[in-house]
């Protein structure tokens, strides 16, 4: 029971990760809380499924392409909305609820566009692969293993590619990256593209996992991307991938039957804010963030 | 277009405008004064609603004790969420609150046995008997009805919510004018300079949270009492952003924006209602429903575009960053 619950929770973290990776790295170059990433989530899980489905591409092929409607999506946004509120050097508050307004209107139109039936994905929901004690269904080991793969290249474009140590430059601190020589408007562009195409794959391998998923289905995951994008410290792009691990395994744990009986499953995104207040109260900055220095 | 007519309707859209206004009236003192980013404030209005009908089905309480401690205990759970929350960075502290709310929600529609789980408060009582606990409340209306004369329960309700939401708006606008409101600008204005000048900055940000939570909770039971019936999902967090775009369509920082905020918001939502001309009017009701909040959507990015200040909001004294 113990190695099920891990690899649940290893399925249900790396998902988290992924999204939490697109929120934080948003916020930490642009101090923009996407409130509306969960419906981005949506938008790249449907897309994928409209190719998927009705259309009857492969999950693989279905996956980039939801992906791809994602970061296009996310770039149009940055011209015609986060651009202009830029140029008008809207702070915090303005983004965020802009950002919920965005939130709204994107969850209605997937709504009218897609109604609010369940869809699910064309996979076989009932093949079950069997390594050791640890079954798992055929949806979960192809997010297992996709997200390790994603995770990794993830970590690598980050620490190597000239790209991804611009970005975590820019993160790090603007004033200092742009006056170093960085394009700060085209690293931002790359910025969204890149947390469009997560939350295109974070989105399908959500929707994999819960094997049945509706337009409203990308705002309930927010709120464990939030809480990892706290955990690991707003803007640090490690910490958030790290954050999603532990939330996503501690939140599968904590119904372990041995531990005291277990949590009942409904509150798992209960237990994810509980491990996030004790932490903060810890550590306010969050696990890999800085301390404030005035 | 009969409803367009009807005077029951539009006391209805006046009755709900007067419940946002006390619930937006909280926000408006812990952002627009405070500078706090609550983003849960629709946990509170729960809590006080949950806390009002609890009492009154399972303990037979009276409602005029029943709703006091419904609205003290939204007071004290925003007082309890503030301890820990208040020590974050304010960007935190928006995330923390609104997790906060769905919390709330979570364990509202799964502890059944507390309140009702999803089927509301109609399951509050013992299995197959429908509780209500608004039947004190029934009677307070159709008194008040009898002695101004009027003529219908909406109407009635129109004048007491709003009476109700006069009294706390010049409470409010009373409170921000003494030196106490003084400081909340100035923690609003710079946390640091007002800590320097010896003032208890987390006291002073915790009042305002218990206060501001108290109004929610106030809100709470009024809702309670217009709907006869509620449930969890009557506390998504979308509540939480009407009230936050009241607060900025009228104007931050000034406490008679907020009804203003919350009239326009009442016609701009009713009034979307009426959007059947073509080629709207081949939409089915409930894809209606989706256009609604679409231009709900799309007028909060248009005023955080456009007017941030808000109708009301005075441009140099507090606008939206």
Redesign the interface.
Same mark, same amino acid.
């Given at each position: 029971m113990f190695w099920q619950l891990v690899a649940n929770g290893l399925v249900t973290g790396s998902v988290i990760a992924i999204a939490a990776v697109g929120v934080s790295l948003v916020y930490g170059i642009l101090r923009l809380?996407n409130f509306a990433y969960g419906d981005f989530m949506a938008f790249g899980a449907l897309a994928a499924y409209a190719f998927n489905g009705p259309l009857g591409l492969g999950m693989i092929p279905a996956t980039l392409l939801g992906m791809l409607a994602t970061a296009v999506l996310s770039l149009v946004l940055d011209l015609v909305?986060w651009r %202009?509120?830029r140029a008008?050097r809207?702070?915090?508050?303005?983004l965020?609820?802009?950002s919920?307004?965005?939130?709204?209107?994107l969850?209605? $139109?997937l709504?009218?566009a897609y109604g %609010?039936q369940p869809q699910a994905y064309n996979v076989n929901q009932y093949k079950v692969y069997v390594i050791g004690s640890v079954r798992l269904s055929e949806p979960q080991l192809i997010t297992i293993l996709g997200a390790a793969a994603a995770i990794g290249a993830i970590g690598v474009f980050l620490s190597r590619s000239t790209v991804g140590r611009t970005m975590r430059a820019l993160a790090d601190d603007r004033s200092l990256a742009a006056i170093a020589g960085i394009d700060v408007g085209r690293v931002i562009t790359y910025t969204w593209l890149l947390s469009g195409l997560l939350a295109g794959l974070a989105g399908v391998f959500a929707g994999l996992v819960q094997s049945s998923f509706d337009p409203n289905f990308g705002f309930q995951l927010l709120?464990p991307v939030?809480?990892a994008v $706290?955990l690991g410290g707003?803007g640090s792009a490690y910490g958030a991938l790290a954050g999603g691990l532990v939330l996503g395994l501690a939140m599968e744990l904590s119904t372990w039957q041995s531990l005291f009986g277990g949590v009942?499953p $409904?509150?798992k %995104? $209960?237990v994810a804010?509980a491990i996030?207040?004790a932490a903060?109260?810890v550590r %306010?900055?969050g696990l890999f963030g800085r301390a404030?220095v005035v | 277009m009969s409803v367009l007519a009807s005077g029951s309707f539009w006391a209805f859209v006046g009755v709900v405008a007067g419940i946002y206004t006390i619930l937006a009236l909280g926000l408006q003192l812990q952002f627009g004064f405070t500078g706090l +980013?609550n983003f849960g404030q629709v946990a509170f209005m729960a809590i006080g609603a949950y806390g009002m009908a609890i009492l009154v089905v399972k303990e037979h309480w009276s409602t005029w004790l029943a709703a006091p401690l419904g609205v003290l205990a939204a007071g004290a759970a925003g007082l309890l969420l503030g301890l820990?929350a208040l020590?974050?960075?304010?960007? *935190?502290f @928006?995330?923390?609150t609104? @997790?906060?709310s769905?919390?709330v929600r *979570?364990?509202a529609?799964?502890e059944d046995s507390l309140t009702g789980g999803s089927q509301g408060t109609i399951a509050l009582g013992n299995v197959g008997v429908a509780a209500q606990y608004n039947g004190e409340w029934v009677r307070f209306q159709a008194t008040v009805q009898r002695w101004l004369g009027l003529s219908s329960k909406d109407v009635t309700m129109l004048v007491i919510v709003w009476a109700a939401a006069i009294v706390l708006l010049v409470l409010v606008w009373l409170a921000v004018r003494t030196p106490w409101g003084r400081v909340l600008r100035a923690i609003r204005e710079d946390e640091d300079a007002a800590a320097s000048l010896g003032k208890n900055v987390l006291a002073y940000k915790l009042q305002v949270l218990a206060i501001g939570s108290a109004l929610a909770g106030i809100a709470g039971c009024f809702y309670a009492w217009q709907f006869y019936y509620f449930s969890p999902d009557d506390f998504q967090p979308?509540l939480t952003?009407f009230a936050?775009m009241i607060v900025?369509l009228g104007g931050l920082g000034r406490v008679w924006a907020v009804p203003v905020g919350a009239v326009v918001f009442g016609f701009l939502f009713a009034g979307t209602r009426f959007l059947d001309f073509p080629p709207l009017s081949y939409l089915s009701g @409930?894809?209606r429903a *989706?256009?609604r909040?679409?231009v709900?959507? +799309?007028?909060?990015?248009g005023l955080?575009?456009v007017r941030?200040q808000g109708i009301l909001g005075k441009r140099d004294e507090m606008v939206?960053?």
């Open positions: 809380v909305l %202009p509120l008008r809207a702070g915090f508050m303005s965020f609820l802009a919920i307004g965005l939130a709204l209107v969850r209605q $139109v709504l009218l %609010p709120l939030f809480a $706290v707003i009942n $409904v509150y %995104p $209960v804010f996030l207040a903060l109260m %306010p900055q404030r | +980013l820990p020590r974050l960075r304010s960007d *935190y @928006a995330i923390v609104i @997790a906060f769905e919390i *979570y364990v529609t799964n979308l952003f936050w900025i @409930a894809d *989706y256009v909040l679409i709900i959507g +799309l007028v909060i990015i955080v575009l941030p939206l960053e």
